[in-house]
């Protein structure tokens, strides 16, 4: 099964800190996303990218960066934080090729990280 | 107009009954069609994709595509408390070179005992 897996569930920071999340994945998948969830808003992609230190700006990229140095691990960094930033963070892994159930373009979320930022 | 639309809901079912989840698109070139679903504070978890014009069934789940009038639903038979969740329906279309997946916001299922 492929694993997604997220630094943190639950995050508080104060406004203008630098804050940092990561995702990892384990089935050597060359895209990655980063995506917010808002009530009513639903989701909204921040940044992708296509293989390492490849990104791509997504819908809402401002006051958001990335980093994808290998190729497992896809970092999200708020360069300061502010309260509009507080939501739900989800990371997702493109699967790209064929095996089982899945086929390819399934793409697949990690369990998220709720950030607080006050 | 949104990308992808779907009826917030809730929609509400009794236990052992079908629902009807239905998801609209405006982007005519889209190839790939996604249902997810995703309980209260979890993440969404892939329940069925659909490439081509026609039904395609898994399990108690059947996902119907008619690309002709760009409309994309999900059956669910026998429907289980456990169904109980959001579906998100997502697409993806030629914008952002083809990688981008867009959703809908989501409609709330709720089957009732």
């Known amino acids: 099964d492929v694993k997604v897996t997220q630094s943190s569930r639950y995050l508080v920071k104060r406004t203008g800190e630098k804050v940092f999340l990561e995702c990892v994945q384990d089935?050597?998948?060359?895209?990655m996303f980063w995506y917010r969830q808002d009530p009513g808003l639903g989701l909204r992609l921040i940044y992708f990218?296509?293989?390492?230190?490849?990104?791509e700006k997504g819908d809402i990229p401002e006051g958001y960066s990335v980093s994808r140095e290998k190729k497992e691990r896809f970092s999200l960094i708020l360069e300061s934080a502010s309260t509009n930033q507080t939501s739900m963070y989800l990371c997702?892994?493109?699967?790209?090729?064929?095996?089982?159930?899945?086929?390819?373009?399934?793409?697949?979320f990690g369990p998220g990280t709720r950030l607080t930022v006050l | 107009q949104k990308e992808v639309e779907q009826n917030s809901g809730p929609l509400s079912v009794p236990e052992g009954a079908i629902a009807s989840l239905n998801c609209t698109y405006s982007?005519?070139?889209?190839?790939?069609f996604f249902w997810y679903r995703q309980y209260s504070g979890k993440s969404p978890e892939l329940i069925m994709s659909?490439?081509?014009?026609g039904d395609k069934e898994d399990g108690r789940f059947t996902a119907q595509l008619n690309k002709a009038s760009q409309y994309v639903s999900l059956l669910i038979r026998d429907s289980q408390p456990s169904d109980s969740a959001t579906y998100l329906c997502?697409?993806?279309?030629?914008?952002?070179?083809?990688?981008?997946?867009?959703f809908g916001t989501g409609t709330q299922l709720k089957v009732e005992l």
């Open positions: 997702a892994s493109r699967y790209a090729g064929t095996s089982g159930r899945w086929s390819y373009n399934e793409q697949f």
């Open positions: 982007d005519r070139g889209s190839q790939s």
């Open positions: 990218s296509y293989d390492v230190k490849m990104k």
């Open positions: 997502a697409v993806k279309g030629l914008t952002g070179g083809g990688n981008k997946l867009t």
């Open positions: 659909i490439y081509s014009n």
């Open positions: 089935m050597d998948h060359e895209n």
